[in-house]
C-alpha cells in the first residue's frame, strides 16, 4: 500500500468530501490532456525526419500509453479509496 502512495499520492489525499474527489479526478484529467497535447507536439516536431522520426514516433506511443494507464489507474485508485476500499 505504501508503493501505492508513493507512486499515486493525489488518490489518498483529501478524501473527506465529494468535491475533493471531484477536484483530484479533474486534476488527473488534466494531467493527462496536457501530457497528451505535448506528446502529440513532440510527434508532430519530429514526425517529418525519416528514420529517427519513426524511432521517436514509436516512443513517443510507448510514453503516451504510460501516461494514459497513469490517470486512469490515478483515478481508479482515487475513486476506492473514497470508498475506503484502499485505505
Same mark, same amino acid.
Do not use: E, H
Given at each position: ?22 477536484? &483530484? ?18 510527434? #508532430?516536431?519530429? &514526425? ?10 514509436? #516512443? ?28
Amino acid at each position: 500500500m505504501d508503493t501505492l502512495k508513493k507512486f499515486f499520492p493525489l488518490s489518498f489525499k483529501r478524501l473527506d468530501s465529494i468535491g475533493n474527489l471531484i477536484v &483530484g479526478i479533474l486534476i488527473y484529467l488534466l494531467v493527462g490532456i496536457v501530457a497528451g497535447v505535448l506528446i502529440g507536439l513532440a510527434g #508532430l516536431i519530429t &514526425g517529418w525526419i525519416p528514420v529517427v522520426g519513426a524511432i521517436v514516433g514509436w #516512443l513517443i506511443r510507448i510514453a503516451g500509453a504510460i501516461v494514459d494507464l497513469y490517470v486512469v489507474a490515478g483515478i481508479v485508485i482515487q475513486i476506492l479509496a473514497y470508498c475506503k476500499v484502499l485505505k
